[in-house]
């Protein structure tokens, strides 16, 4: 079975621009989740879809982040203007139960 | 607020027990998970508790007691590649997003 996979694994962007994240979730989970672990810090809920509905998404920052979940496959997270402190590692996961959640590898994005 | 406080870092040798404790305080509470995470890559799911008491899984056990918000990770018969940070991780509904403790770094010597 594949696991979570996401693109790219590395991003270094300047300020102002835009990027977006990949995430393809294990075939048949329904739920989704993008997370954010900043330097030093803890990993951080940023939203979470049950299929392609979003459920939960208080913890997106501010309106420049916009996750997207194309027919429950596929998600996309596009930052746009990028801003430095959006610099850290951003992790999805996905589950079919809401403790065991399967991680990705992480898109490590530099904001200069 | 949420918060979940566990130590930063603990050490040991090889073949010893090491405990990990995780102490929560969350507006609702449903269950406790613990993840792996080696190096930087993807955190990996270890255990989950919701109701008091051990749950054991080979070499790591995860205990839990909902009226002291409290929990531990224990890990027996350490192997170098024990070697990685550890999470902590709450529920605070059914169907509800994780939230993370900082993570503990465990670094085995031989």
């Known amino acids: 079975e594949a696991g979570v996979t996401q693109f790219p694994s590395h991003s270094v962007i300047e300020k102002g621009q835009t990027v977006t994240l990949r995430c393809d979730p294990i075939?048949?989970?329904?739920?989704l989740y993008w997370y954010r672990r900043v330097m030093g810090k803890e990993i951080k809920f940023l939203l979470h879809f049950v299929k392609e509905s979003k459920q939960d998404e208080s913890g997106m920052p501010n309106n420049r982040f916009l996750a997207e979940r194309t027919g429950g496959t596929y998600s996309t997270l596009k930052v746009q203007p990028a801003e430095l402190e959006d610099s850290g590692v951003y992790f999805c996961?996905?589950?079919?139960?809401?403790?065991?959640?399967?991680f990705g590898p992480g898109t490590r994005l530099t904001v200069t | 607020g949420q918060s979940l406080e566990q130590p930063s870092e603990v050490t040991a040798v090889e073949g010893a027990i090491v405990q990990i404790n995780c102490t929560y305080q969350?507006?609702?509470?449903?269950?406790l998970s613990w993840y792996q995470q080696h190096d930087g890559g993807a955190p990996t799911f270890l255990s989950y508790?919701?109701?008091?008491g051990l749950e054991e899984t080979g070499r790591f056990s995860s205990f839990l007691s909902r009226s002291d918000s409290y929990g531990y990770l224990l890990l027996q018969e350490l192997q170098m590649k024990d070697s990685a940070s550890y999470f902590c991780?709450?529920?605070?509904?059914?169907?509800?997003?994780?939230?993370f403790g900082k993570g503990t770094t465990l670094s085995v010597s031989s």
């Open positions: 996961a996905s589950s079919t139960t809401w403790y065991e959640q399967y």
């Open positions: 075939s048949g989970h329904d739920n």
């Open positions: 508790n919701a109701l008091d």
């Open positions: 969350t507006s609702g509470f449903y269950g």
């Open positions: 991780a709450v529920n605070r509904q059914a169907g509800t997003a994780l939230i």
